[in-house]
């Protein structure tokens, strides 16, 4: 809440709002977006149009900066966002996807093991013949 201050002519003024307010997100830019405005900004001539063009866009001349380096890298990679974050170790994907269909088929194993134990007990207490399959393990 605002509390009426007294200027130096008598009138009153609003003190500004002392709440903090809510983190901005982060403006992402497509790389259609980006090569169209450094078409644009490539094309001004006269003095003051990047100027116009950036205020026009919201844009600061920072942007351009970092957008043409990255044109220079390569058309199409370097005007692509780069992913944030840790980087994915392709080797270590790969290791941990082995591991768990590794601890899948151990699973599917033992209940294999307990079926097939499950059945020579009941065939044992039928008092059916053991087939050779039984004999072997």
Known sequence: MSHPEHSTNGSRTELPD???KPKVPRRRFSAEYKRRILQEADGCRAPGEVG??????????????TWRRQRQQGELAGLTPAKRGRKVDAQAAEIAQLKR?????????????LI????????????????PSD???
């Not at 116009?52 to 900066?65: F, K, T, V």
Request: charge should be negative; proline fraction near 4%.
């Open 101 to 113: 269909e590794n601890e899948r088929l151990q699973a599917q194993l033992e209940r294999a093991e």
């Open 18 to 20: 002392p709440q903090v």
């Open 116 to 131: 097939i134990d499950v059945q020579k007990k009941l065939s044992q207490m039928l008092g059916l013949p053991e087939t």
């Open 135 to 137: 004999e072997a393990t």
């Open 52 to 65: 116009a063009l950036l205020r026009r866009e919201g844009l600061y001349s920072s942007h351009l900066n």
